[in-house]
């Protein structure tokens, strides 16, 4: 199953499972002990994010360019003319695998409440399809 939560939030190892810090900065401060790995390819680009925080973007201008960010194909895949997206999309479908057979729970700096945050966005993704 696959969970969303803050870091912030209580440490639950027999509820989260694999919990994954998605986001592109770790945090200053922030102990490596309050995550098990960290996936900053998984969190918005700098650009993006500034722009959502700065109040450039709506909610739904964020999450369309989020979703386009992690769908992007890899500079790599210039090179390769078989394999395509190589690495985000199977990245994305080894977290579904990891999710079908236990908990992982998809961290953010985002307080708990937090309804805008793409975490929630990203967990939608891992919900569905990854074509």
């Not at 090179?79 to 057979?101: D, M, P, S, V």
């Amino acid at each position: 199953m696959i969970r969303t939560k803050s870091v912030h939030s209580p440490i639950e190892p027999e509820v989260d499972g694999l919990r994954i810090l998605a986001t592109r900065f770790r945090g200053r401060g922030l102990p490596t002990t309050a995550y098990d790995v960290w996936m900053a390819n998984l969190g918005p680009s700098e650009t993006l994010l500034k722009s959502y925080l700065a109040g450039k973007l709506t909610w739904a201008e964020f999450s369309r360019r989020y979703r386009a960010e992690i769908m992007e194909s890899a500079s790599i895949d210039k090179a390769n003319k078989t394999i395509k997206n190589h690495g985000q999309k199977f990245t994305l479908r080894l977290l579904q695998e990891l999710g079908q057979r236990g908990n992982i729970t998809l961290l953010c700096h985002c307080p708990e409440q937090e309804r805008h945050c793409h975490r929630h966005l990203l967990a939608k993704m891992l919900a569905g399809r990854i074509a």
